[in-house]
């Protein structure tokens, strides 16, 4: 449940949706009068983009229960998620299958992307290899919610993305499953003994908690710092490694032994 991210997780595409959140009226309401008209109230515009309709029925389930008042539109494959996505500009969300016609893995999400930039788009898939998840990120996706995630869990997640931050599935990330291919591919560029003992021990903790798939508020609440500080920690640990954003900081420590580097 990622918050705010530096670098390529922190693209204006995923905040799309929270800034046009209020379709009804160029103003954001009063929080402090008491009565709010409904009219204000969250009103989405919601593509799923799935070819298995149970699964189309359950995430729109999820959405309708969650987001009351959201306008759902359905498709099932890459080329018609393509052409609604033209006709719909004003979208405020897609939920785009990996696996579904036209997609040919993450090509497809990178195609939607070039299609439609500054709409925030979300991989929803069965897939749960860690560097898929990552990569999907790194190609512009705002989000990774697994079709194994309990419904509260996915509430969750498109509700954190409408609010224009980054959804990574903890539980992946914190596991480090993954594929031996890309597992071989990934220790081609390990972080040094000598990089990661340029960076202070507290730096080593918000890494190690970085590379679990701890947003910056998760980490400031469990290291008990301000979350100020942890992006500082964050923007250093970055520099010092020689990466340009969180993505790449997480895949090169995705296999150090944080214990032997905190023990001085």
């Not at 670098?7 to 309401?29: F, Q, V």
């Amino acid at each position: 449940m990622l918050n705010e991210l530096d670098a390529a997780l922190s693209t204006e595409n995923c905040h799309h949706a929270s800034e046009n959140r209020y379709h009804d009226s160029e103003k954001i309401p009063d929080t402090e009068n008491k009565q709010v008209d409904p009219s204000m109230e969250p009103a989405y515009k919601i593509l799923i983009a799935d070819d298995h309709p149970l699964f189309r029925e359950a995430i729109s389930s999820v959405i309708a229960s969650g987001f009351e008042g959201s306008e759902i539109i359905e498709t099932d494959d890459l080329d018609s998620a393509l052409d609604l996505t033209r006709e719909n500009d004003d979208l405020d969300l897609i939920l785009l299958d990996l696996n579904m016609p036209g997609m040919h893995g993450l090509n497809g999400l990178i195609t939607l992307r070039n299609e439609a930039p500054t709409i925030p788009v979300v991989i929803v898939s069965a897939e749960e290899d860690k560097q898929v998840v990552l990569q999907a990120i790194t190609y512009g996706a705002c989000g990774f919610i697994t079709k194994s995630s309990p419904r509260a869990q996915m509430t969750e997640a498109i509700q954190q993305i409408l609010n224009g931050n980054v959804y990574l599935p903890s539980d992946i990330i914190r596991t480090g499953k993954e594929s031996n291919t890309r597992r071989s591919r990934n220790e081609d560029n390990p972080i040094s003994p000598e990089l990661l003992n340029s960076l202070t021990r507290r730096q080593l903790l918000v890494l190690e908690r970085m590379s679990k798939g701890e947003s910056n508020k998760q980490i400031a609440y469990n290291l008990n710092i301000a979350e100020t500080t942890v992006k500082a920690h964050v923007s250093a640990i970055l520099r010092k490694l020689g990466v340009h954003n969180r993505v790449q900081a997480i895949l090169s420590a995705s296999d150090v032994d944080f214990s032997q580097y905190l023990k001085r």
